[in-house]
């Protein structure tokens, strides 16, 4: 396990590598206070070519997105730092060659890598394995389904469709378990149960991927990473690192979800409300809890692996701040067919603006958008409309109803109430900044409801490898 820096000089850097963005932290190890912080969105999103409902991203962008974050970090703290946490984006795949899968460089005293022989990366988000590919499957060893946005389903997926590309590459892992290998030029890619169980065909329990079930299916077992436990260290960095001596401890990669509960829930009496793109409502269960040998897949509740064997109860939802993405998009173009110009930022300001003058409404907006994964063809509607609540301000506060109910629909109060629930912490970036979702969760769950501060991955992340001993 890490080694505690708690009493110790120095900083802990926290990595989260996001769907939309790269966010940086330097926590002080021994005020254990976050002093410096950095967001720099990736745009990293391309158009695919190998699938209409394929869901990709540029590592590229996303590692110019984390030099941007690492750039703007004081250089004097830079030095100091003892150890570096990364997390990130769950459930999807990256492929690269393990000795030539990034080129290191030096420009004006900073060093850093840039990608090479790395394939796009394919999100959680991705969605080209239908419900009749998955079907047609090994039942896996395991008590979480396998779902579309899977690594081991898109790695199925391109063993049926496109064979010949998976024999470019010798690794693969999420797009975390990826920069932790480059920064410490691992020989073959390590992953967490956090991480692995995002991928499917892993079992929590032992600990280990369904080996013989993959090679039974002729799956390319060399490609899956070396299992280590959540907390543990992966390596050292190679090199110097924008003023990060070589030599610096690197724990191996954690998935963002488990790391911003990480950040946030204090006592067994707490659940956590996590909404940035994705949403997901969380509770930690009791130290003896086991899950069932074999999942359930209609149901909306999964258990995710935490940290010291332990389970959180997790209704994680595909339609969180995407919700609101997508409503002020559309607005957006249907502005652009009128020869109207106005930024985005600008539409979804004045959308709250709206909602907050308007708050209550008749007009009902389900909003399961992109489908959930225990129901694929659940879709978004509208109804009970009327003359009389078709404002922005009707709309706007029904579509973040709609996103809260449908968190309720998947863990209901009462649920919560029987689980011990007592207070529920709210955090992640679509909630922080939409006043209107925080009216409709404390409108929604009869619970006290905190906003936490420092409430993020990266803080996380940070703190894992602060506490860890």
Known sequence: MAASLSGSAGFVLGVDLGTTSVKVVLLDARSETVTDRCCVP????????????????????????????????????????????????????VLWKSKSGCEWLSKAEIVRFIPKDVSQLVTWQDGRCSADFLSSLPKPDSHQSVATGFGCATIFWYMKHRPEFLSGFSDAGTIQDYVVSMLCSLDKCVMTGQNAASWGYFNTNSNKWNTQILKDAGFPVQLLPVMVESGAVAGHTSSEWFGIPAHTAVGAALGDFQCSVYSCMTDKGDAVLNMSTSAQLTFGMPAEFTPPSSPDPLSPVAYFPYFHSSYLAVAASLNGGNVMATFVRMLDSWMKEFGLEVNESTIYSRLIQSALAQPDTDLTVTTALLGERHDPTSSASVSQISPSNLSLGHVTRAVCRGIIENMATMMPPQSLRAAGVRCIIGSGSALSCNTVLQQEVERVFPFPVVYGKDVDSAVGVAMVFKDQT
Do not use: N, Y
């Not at 540029?58 to 110019?64: C, G, K, L, Q, T």
């Open 42 to 93: 990736t745009h990293s999103d391309i158009s695919s070519t190998s699938h209409t409902h394929a869901k990709e991203q540029d590592p590229a962008r996303i590692i110019a997105a984390l030099d941007q974050c690492m750039d703007a970090l004081p250089k004097d703290k830079l030095k100091k730092v003892k150890c570096i946490g990364v997390c990130g984006q769950m459930h999807g795949i």
